[in-house]
């Protein structure tokens, strides 16, 4: 049955003007009309749709704003520039602070309301990774009962800037505000083309799977009825640090560009022209660390507001959104990370505080007898500390915290919709080699870019079924291929009677099924869960 929302939106919204490929797809927003194609695939698609105003000038380290009223009709038919990343120290003339942009990608035909699938690209919030995403793949896979939504940003300095002075004249994770635009948007929007508001499901991988996390907790799990469902794929835990604990990047930054004499220095900082601004911006250690850099310096604040409390606090104590929801990993996320030239246990040590100050010397003692060097290299052109290393940042980042949030839902949120799954497909040259398989590797197969000759293009059909069926449904079995074994749901436990339970993806599609979580995974994932929120994650 048609509701009068949705056909509301196909009367005024959408406006169709002729069929082929040179279709002219009206949307009227309110604001402005965007003008959509459709692609190659023969979906509709509309690119560059601007969801908020310019994050330039007095707008910089501030909430997203509304988007201006624009009488003319757009053309929206191309991509645009992703927003500026972290660290850099020159201008990049392919982004711009100018950059909040989503682009909407559903069926041609005409039908009843379809599901949405909102997607949060990764880079670790210190870039958008992923932005150029096609959905066209995922919706052919759910019988073109689908929408697809994907979006830009602010990341690094200019959506993760903290310090005093910006709590006071400015608004905290910027980035995170930037995404819930993104999510009102679609709520008052999305009917236009032809989705439905009322099932939405947010999914991201890396640090998109965390903001994914970050959503289901924000305001301390109060649930605004802006999504239905949630899937997070390689879902990171980055170090949260608190306002006085950023201080030192804003104080790091004001020095480097000058403004540290200015009597207002964020206004100092809001009037330097990007160039400047881009052509300062290194990654700098951290107070407290291992004497080097992190991975990825910016990140998400606790500021009392969107994030209340660490995330392993919140979702022990029950303040998460109670949706259905996906999260899962590959086999070795940490990898691609960690360096290889390692020389001893210390610098082990010390590449784990460049990224998590707050571990103790008894935290490193405890994770060094959990991951054990071997005697001799494993692996060629890495030393034997490499792989206890990427293992132990891997699971602490990475592997634990996507079981974790598996098991919440039915330990505090009293939800039997949790599901969890392993993405184990490799490809002969990683395993030589060591690197296994790698952090978000099954993000492609989900999206089915995937070469037919890549090992993991043959697991497409099989994953697709499964997540295209819980964004419809919000169940991952009810839509699965006819040959695809049943996906049980997440309960953890102390031993393998029903309870860990998850879905292990290897290559031979005949040959998925579910596994039991025992052993030395559990036990290493119990100590990190163990100090997750001491040591701000």
């Not at 003007?17 to 695939?41: I, P, R, T, W």
């Not at 605004?224 to 790091?252: I, K, M, P, R």
């Not at 839509?479 to 290559?507: C, I, Q």
């Amino acid at each position: 049955m048609l509701t009068p929302v949705f056909i509301l939106g196909l009367l005024f919204g959408l406006i169709t003007e002729s069929h082929g490929q040179d279709n002219k797809l009206v949307v009227d927003l309110g604001y402005a009309k965007y003008n959509g194609f459709v692609g190659e695939k023969g979906m509709n698609q509309w690119f560059g749709i601007r969801y908020a105003a310019p994050p330039t000038g007095n707008n910089r380290f501030r909430e997203p704003q509304d988007p201006a009223d624009n009488p003319e009709v757009q053309q929206a038919n191309k991509r645009t520039p992703v927003c500026h990343s972290s660290p850099s120290t020159k201008l990049n003339p392919d982004q711009s602070e100018d950059c909040l942009f989503l682009n909407v990608f559903a069926p041609a035909k005409e039908t009843k309301p379809r599901a949405v699938l909102v997607w949060f690209q990764g880079g670790g919030l210190n870039s958008n990774a992923d932005a150029n995403g096609d959905g066209s793949s995922l919706i052919a896979a759910a019988d073109n009962d689908l929408v697809v939504v994907t979006f830009n940003f602010r990341v690094g300095v200019h959506g993760f800037l903290a310090s005093k002075e910006v709590k006071k004249d400015g608004n905290l994770n910027a980035g995170l505000l930037d995404q819930r635009k993104v999510l009102h948007w679609v709520q008052k929007n999305i009917h236009l083309f032809g989705g439905d508001p009322e099932r939405v499901t947010i999914g991201g991988g890396s640090a998109g799977g965390g903001a994914v996390s970050l959503h289901l907790t924000a305001y301390g799990g109060k649930n605004e009825n802006l999504f239905s469902a949630a899937v997070g794929e390689s879902a990171s835990y980055g170090v949260q640090y608190t306002v006085e604990e950023s201080q030192y990047q804003y104080d790091a930054l004001v020095k480097r560009v000058k403004c540290d004499k200015a009597p207002d220095t964020l206004k100092c900082l809001r009037d330097l022209d990007i160039k400047t601004l881009s052509e300062n911006n290194p990654n700098v250690p951290v107070p407290g660390g291992g004497g080097g850099t992190p991975v990825y310096m910016w990140s998400n604040h606790i500021d009392g507001d969107f994030t209340p409390d660490w995330s392993y606090n919140l979702y022990e104590t029950g303040k998460f959104v109670k949706v259905p929801v996906i999260f899962g990993a590959c086999s070795n996320e940490g990898t691609t990370f960690t360096p290889k030239n390692l020389a001893n246990q210390s610098e082990i040590d010390n590449f784990m505080k460049n990224n998590y100050p707050k571990l103790t010397e008894e935290d490193l003692a405890t994770a060094a007898s959990l991951y054990p060097v071997p005697d001799k290299p494993e692996y060629p052109d890495s030393t034997q500390f490499w792989r206890p290393l990427a293992d132990m940042y891997g699971h602490m980042r990475y592997n634990c915290p996507g079981l974790y949030m598996s098991g919440s839902y039915p330990r505090v949120g009293g939800m039997n919709t949790s599901w969890s799954y392993r993405w184990d497909v490799a490809r002969p040259a990683n395993l030589a080699n060591g690197n296994g398989v790698t952090h978000v590797a099954e993000g492609g197969a989900v999206w089915g870019s995937y070469k037919k000759e890549d090992p993991e293009s043959a697991l497409q059909p099989i994953i697709q079924s499964y997540w295209t069926s819980f964004i419809r449904s919000h169940d991952p079995n009810t839509h699965r291929l006819k040959d695809a074994p049943e996906w049980l749901g997440y309960t953890e436990g102390e031993d393998s009677s029903g309870a860990n339970r998850r879905m292990l993806f290897v290559n031979d599609p005949k040959k998925v099924a579910i596994e039991t979580i025992i052993g030395l995974l559990q036990k290493r994932c119990k100590f990190w869960h163990s100090i997750g929120a001491k040591i701000g994650q």
